[in-house]
């Protein structure tokens, strides 16, 4: 199974930027999804998971207003959506595949990984 993810970049503080992250096959159609990130020095952290069917999300309480994630289960594509971005949400984002349908912050549980797209908040 391969993650492709997309949409990380340059942006200025307070700016918005949407990542995608698509699965190989549909491996992922029963499986929740979620997103983490490592900060330059730092260890990775949880930012958002979202249930097999969409039906519930997870967020960290540093994105939580901010971050918004969805997905298309048709495209096999989860997105995340950032607005307000803050220097401090700079950091390779990476999405992945859970092993349960419902949403975990424990990255143990999450089995597939895709490659990491950076995104850069500018201050």
Known sequence: VQLQASGGGLVQTGGSLRLSCTTSRRTNSNNAMGWFRQAPGKEREFVSGIAWNGASTTYADSVKGRFTISRDRAKNTVYLQMS????????????????????????????????????TVSS
């Open 84 to 119: 307000s971005l803050k220097p401090e949400d700079t950091a390779v984002y990476y999405c992945a595949v859970s092993r349960t349908s419902s949403t975990t912050i424990v990255d143990s549980q999450y089995n597939y990984w895709g490659q990491g797209t950076l995104v």
